[in-house]
């Protein structure tokens, strides 16, 4: 039964010894204590009228939705798998997404997932446990393994992750060598990528409860407690009450200026969206706003892999050529083994190189390359058109190009001397990639901008091992959980500096710990 209510002003109600404050207005005479069916995901502005309040000062209408069990704001794989837990657990559950599609980050994921101790492995011959991925976890990510939330994942990755999926009908490709290389190979490839392991959680979720379009705005208090979500179909405001609230809107990378308060001294202008459009931060802004504390904001995911598009500012291009020819930095140097490009961990030295800039040099076997979005391969730039487009520096000499960057030719020629010799003085060049290495020899000669593609979050808010939204003082926010991206993949403090590839496993996680904890706490309601 939907209720047309209009929104009044009340006064916050005592909040005892509760860690939130009540919100100052609220859908008063919602019956959002109680539980019931599992909500109509209709177009919910179809089935009541809303006045227009439009300029004559009058409140503005909410309709106040069928309060619900458990409901979870975003779709993405953390929701997916909240919602099919919970939903599991034996609560009514609704799910509120904002795009008109489900899966998020996902579906422009390769879907690349890590696990430690598969049938894959086992039929590679490759031996692996959760204390091998523990002891490669330091050199892999940067973090701590004793951390609690990493010790979950690694006893729990292959049992609650992998073989939940593979229980649902996913099979796997793989194992593949991560970057860096651990002791054993973990990389898993779901079947169709990251829109193939959407298509099978949103194939086992529950059947019409996710609301498309829904657009979660702020959190409801009541009694110290969260209550429930104020939302927008677009054209009308909603009130659903729930006895839990699980957050799962993914991370906050998309909105560079974040990035930028994080980290002051990064080149804004070499900074490229390696993040989903969807990742804009609006759940940590409603959970930091009730007071929840926030982790390891500074261990960004950085992506060194991608140079600048004509399309359009932080846009980014791909293309084969990184990993195969030299890069240099301050006063023209080599600093790092470029063969790691696809790794964290060369994306962070990139981003952290004082003086900003960072050149890909090559010479003119460069313009047989394609370079193109990830997203989309089938729009090609070739290297004139960068050239063109004044982002690639392009010289007949090396001397012209150093002087054309404002570097020393003498020190580019020698360093470009060196990689041609084959010396590397970084790292000798690895036996299988060896071959791949190309030469700047032959004129005209290339200066590509290496940019920083910042692409994952592995810090956000804290959550206890219930997956309970924490305070700065470690106090439970009754009533709220979150998962996902949004809590740095999975508890906010499993990775170091730099994060890992297959944090997909984590996310997935992270959503049934949500989700089956939300439902039980609702339930006993
Ligand atoms: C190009 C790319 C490649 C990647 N490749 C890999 C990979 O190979 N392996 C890997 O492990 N990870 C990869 N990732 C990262 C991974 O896909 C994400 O970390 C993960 O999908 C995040 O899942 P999530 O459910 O936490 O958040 P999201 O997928 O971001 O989902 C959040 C959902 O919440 C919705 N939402 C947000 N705000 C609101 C609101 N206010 N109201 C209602 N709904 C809202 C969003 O629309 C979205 O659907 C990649 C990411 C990208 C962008």
Redesign the pocket.
């Given at each position: 039964m939907w209720l047309l209510l209009l929104a009044l002003a009340c006064d916050s109600a005592d909040s005892g010894d509760s860690p939130v404050q009540d919100t100052d207005s609220g859908p008063s005479g919602g019956d959002s204590g109680e539980t019931g069916d599992t909500s109509d995901s209709g177009d919910s502005a179809d089935t009541a009228d809303t006045a227009d309040s439009g300029d004559t000062g009058e409140p503005t209408p909410v309709i106040v939705d069928e309060p619900v069990d458990v409901v979870i704001?975003?779709?993405?794989?953390?929701?997916l798998a909240a919602a099919i837990e919970a939903f599991e657990a034996g609560a009514t559950v609704r799910v509120?997404?904002?795009?008109a599609f489900?899966?998020?980050?996902?579906n422009?994921?390769?879907?690349?997932?890590v696990f430690s101790g598969t049938p894959e492995q086992a039929a590679a011959g490759i031996v692996d446990s959760p204390e091998l991925l523990a002891a490669d976890w330091p050199e892999i990510t940067g973090g701590n393994p004793a951390d609690p939330w990493f010790l979950y994942f690694a006893e729990q990755n292959v049992l609650r992750v992998h073989d939940w999926l593979s229980a649902m009908g996913m099979s796997f490709t793989g194992p593949m060598a991560d970057t860096p290389r651990g002791s054993a190979d973990r990389i898993h490839v779901p079947k169709g990528g990251?829109p193939g392991l959407v298509a099978t959680l949103v194939a086992a979720a529950p059947a019409d409860v996710i609301t498309f379009g829904?657009?979660?705005?702020s959190l409801e208090v009541e009694d110290g407690r969260v209550a429930g979500v104020r939302?927008s179909d677009g054209t009308d405001d909603h009130y659903q009450a729930a006895d839990a609230v699980i957050i799962?809107?993914?991370?906050f990378l998309h909105d560079l200026a974040r990035v930028e308060a994080l980290f002051p001294e990064l080149p804004v202008d070499q900074l490229v969206y390696?993040?989903?459009p969807?990742?804009?931060g609006?759940?940590l802004d409603m959970l930091t706003g009730l007071g929840a504390s926030t982790q390891n904001m500074q261990a960004i995911g950085f992506y060194a892999h991608a140079t600048l598009s004509p399309e359009g500012e932080h846009q980014e291009l791909v293309a084969g050529a990184f990993g195969v020819y030299p890069w240099v930095g301050v006063e023209g140097v080599r600093f790092v083994d470029e063969w790691d490009f696809r790794g964290f961990q060369v994306g962070r030295t990139r981003a952290m190189l004082p003086g900003g800039d960072v050149w890909l040099f090559a010479d003119n076997a460069l313009e047989g390359d394609d370079f193109f979005p990830?997203?989309d391969e089938s729009v090609i730039f070739g290297v004139d058109e960068l050239v063109a487009s004044g982002i690639v520096v392009k010289s007949d000499t090396l001397d012209g190009l150093a002087g054309d960057l404002g570097l020393d030719p003498a020190t580019v020629t020698a360093q470009m001397a060196a990689w041609n010799a084959g010396g590397d003085a970084l790292e000798p060049p690895r036996a299988d990639d060896a071959d791949d290495a190309r030469g700047v020899v032959e004129p005209p000669f290339y200066a590509v901008p290496v940019v920083i593609s910042v692409?994952?979050a592995f810090g956000g808010v804290d959550v206890d091992l219930q997956g309970r939204v924490l305070t700065e003082d470690g106090a439970v926010i009754p009533g709220v959980y979150a998962?996902?991206?949004?809590t740095g993949?999975l508890g906010g403090s499993i990775v170091g500096d730099y994060g890992f590839?297959?944090?997909?496993?984590a996310?997935a996680l992270g959503?049934r710990v949500a989700g089956e904890n939300a439902a039980a706490e609702a339930l006993l309601r």
């Open positions: 704001v975003g779709a993405g794989v953390a929701g509120l997404e904002r795009e489900a899966g998020g980050a996902a422009y994921a390769g879907g690349l997932m990251g829904a657009t979660a705005q939302w799962a809107t993914g991370g390696g993040s989903s969807a990742a804009d609006a759940g990830p997203a692409a994952k998962a996902g991206e949004l993949m590839t297959g944090s997909l496993t996310v959503g």
